[in-house]
C-alpha cells in the first residue's frame, strides 16, 4: 500500500486554540484523524507526524526514503526560514506538496517567500484545513497515474 507521510512544523499542535481567526477551530488531532480515515478510503496508509524542532523534522524526512510515496508538508515558520528542510526535501527526492492553512501571501512579507515552494510539485495556500484534503487527494490521483503507466 502507498504511503502519504503527513509533516506539520512548529505550533501546528496548536490549532484550534491558536489564532483560531486564522487556522480556524480544527486541532491537529481532527485533521489527522480525518485524514487517517479519508487515507483508508482511497486505499493508501496515512502517516502524521508533528514536531517543533527543526532538526527532527530533517530527520522525520530522511527517514521517510524508501516508505513514503508522497509528502504533504505544513513547514509552518520554517517555511520562510529552513534551507535545512529544503535540503532535506531535495535530498530524499520524495515528491512534496506544500500545503499552508491561511493564504500566506495576503499576510506579512517575511510569509511571502518559502524556501520549498520551488522543489513542490504544487502549494496549496488559503484553503484552511481543506488544504490537506486536497493534497491528499492530489497525491492519490498522482499515484494511481504513476502506477498506470
Ligand atoms: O505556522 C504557520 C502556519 C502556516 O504555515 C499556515 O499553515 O498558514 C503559515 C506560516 O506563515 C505560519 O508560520
Redesign the pocket.
Known sequence: MAQILVIN????NLLGTREPH??GAETLADIAKHLAQLGADLGVDVVHFQHNCEGDLVTRIQQARGQADFIII????Y??TSVAIRDALAGVAIPFVE??????HA?EAF?HHSYLSDKAVGVI?GLGTY?YEAALRFCVRELAKKSIN
Open positions: 512544523g512548529p505550533n501546528l486564522i487556522y505544513n513547514a509552518g515558520a517555511t520562510h500545503v499552508h492553512i491561511s493564504n500566506v499576510r510569509r495556500v488544504g
